[in-house]
């Protein structure tokens, strides 16, 4: 039995991933953005372990969010989920899981969900592009954030996951791709003893390594990012705790 926390599991893929590990008896822990979300997850998910609540945009509130997961003891798989397509996209898609990482007692695996966009998004130049940034690039900075994670957490699996664009809310009801298969990656790579799963660095979709943008191991554009994160977030990402 593994200990799992899922950003963003109040609905989409990460409702579903949650769903499916609690049904393998898995102790989960779940978050939503707000009182009411919570209320409505609780109900769904009454075997869930706890209901955690945070505003990812708001940093404050996921630096709390970190402070409430290490209470529960070391995790054995942080799934970093939660997403939005528009608004806020550094500081949803980028830094709220980039401040946890650093914040929360370092577990056995890491996964960090990506998508096929990222091939088509570029770094910062500087900070003051944050507000004007794409989805693509949210995703190609996440992405950029995995590797790096990677490099500097040796005993962790640490990967990224292109879920394929599905039929959830942020996808749309005529997204083409298999639901099902769209997290159960992520259910893989959180749980399962296959040596195919126990990797580090990749990029998965259906549970197949596939090659991420050429640029996601660049070591300027990491220290550039870890730079504006660390100075964004006054949170410093240093090596495994």
């Known amino acids: 039995m593994a200990k799992i926390f899922i950003t963003g599991s109040s609905d989409g893929l ?26 409505d997850l ?26 409430e997961l290490n209470s529960f003891g070391r995790f054995n798989a942080i799934i970093h989920n939660a997403g ?26 890491l996964i960090y969900l990506s998508s096929s966009m990222h091939k088509g998004g570029s770094m910062l130049k500087n ?37 394929g664009w599905v039929p959830t809310k942020m996808g749309g009801q005529s997204a083409p791709d298999d639901l099902q298969k769209g997290y159960e990656t992520q259910l893989w790579l959180a749980t399962s003893e296959e040596d195919a799963a126990k990797v580090s660095g990749k990029y ?5 390594q596939q090659k991420p943008h050429s640029e996601i191991t660049n070591t300027d554009f990491q220290q550039k990012l870890i730079t504006i994160c ?12």
């Open 84 to 109: 939005i397509s528009s608004g806020e996209l550094f500081d949803v898609n980028v830094l709220a899981p980039y401040i946890l990482t650093a914040e929360i007692e370092t577990p056995n695996r």
């Open 230 to 241: 660390k100075n964004r977030s006054g949170v410093e990402l240093s090596k495994a705790k």
């Open 204 to 208: 998965f979709f259906h549970q197949q």
């Open 127 to 163: 900070e003051a592009e944050i507000p004007n940034i794409s989805y693509s690039d949210s995703k190609f900075l996440l992405t950029l954030l995995m590797d790096y994670v990677a490099k500097i957490y040796p005993k962790t699996y640490v990967n990224a996951v292109d879920p």
């Open 42 to 67: 609780n109900a769904e998910l009454p075997n869930a372990s706890a209901v955690l609540i945070a505003d990812l945009a708001n940093i404050d509130e996921v630096k709390q969010l970190a402070k």
């Open 14 to 39: 990460g409702l579903l991933a949650a769903k499916a590990l609690l049904a393998q008896d898995h102790k989960v822990f779940v978050h939503a953005k707000n009182e009411q979300r919570a209320k």
